[in-house]
């Protein structure tokens, strides 16, 4: 079956896409994702798996706690603050992947940079062998 919400909201996505711009849109998710990373970069438990340099990044980044698996990161975050997570294991990149939206306000990235600080005080969880 067809996704009726889909085809009847994809116009007005379109016209929204319009009306910002994609260079206003690509400034401000660029903007977004910098103003969490920049905050949680200056702690040493946390390792950027992004690069800020403008050609290689934009609205997507990943990063990880020293000490800790990918995915009881993404739990304990969720669990603190509901927030949701992409965990990424993949090569030699183990991380949790945040995407930020147009509509992403600063108070939601203060709360996730807080909770990310706040993970990194803590003792990770023990694995079972």
Known sequence: TRSFASEMAISNAIDFHNVIGAKRKEERLRYLKNYWTEKIA??????LNTSLLS????????FSIEGWKTEDVGTKISEKKKFVFSPIGFEDVHGIRISVNVYTSLPELDMLVKAIEETCTMTPPARKQ
């Not at 200056?42 to 390792?47: A, D, E, M, S, V």
């Open 42 to 47: 200056k702690n040493p438990k946390i390792k």
């Open 55 to 62: 050609a290689y990044s934009c609205a997507v980044a990943n």
